[in-house]
């Protein structure tokens, strides 16, 4: 069974910086396209930012892009989000998501494997 466990949460204010952690387990870490997903309250889950499996490919959502990085350390069976320029809007619950493909995707129904998520509070 895949597990995946997030980690680094917490409150930050608007302009700074948290980067979040997702250790895997169950397989081998290496193989698959990871991603990150987040759901605020009364919206539906959305995608974030997505890393191929060796993490020489990234995508990301309209809304993050340029101030968040996906990046993976496949030694530590471990993908990280590194967010910076941290706006109110980017309060939620994030997701970390594993697919059973190589590459990088932002469709939804790819992600077969799913963290508990970790809160993500940005204040004004």
């Known amino acids: 069974q895949v597990q995946l466990v997030e980690s680094g949460g917490g409150l930050v204010q608007a302009g700074g910086s948290l980067r979040l952690s997702c250790a895997a387990s169950g397989r081998t870490f290496s193989s698959y396209a990871m991603g990150w997903f987040r759901q605020a309250p009364g919206k539906e889950r959305e995608f974030v930012a997505s890393?191929?499996?060796?993490?020489?490919?990234?995508i990301y959502a309209d809304s993050v892009k340029g101030r968040f990085t996906i990046s993976r350390d496949n030694a530590k069976n471990t993908v990280y989000l590194q967010m910076n320029s941290l706006k109110p809007e980017d309060t939620a619950v994030y997701y970390c998501?594993?697919?059973?493909?190589?590459?990088?995707?932002?469709?939804?129904?790819?992600?077969?494997?799913w963290g508990q998520g970790t809160q993500v509070t940005v204040s004004s």
């Open positions: 890393i191929s499996w060796l993490g020489g490919t990234t």
């Open positions: 998501a594993a697919t059973t493909v190589k590459y990088a995707t932002m469709t939804r129904g790819s992600y077969y494997y």
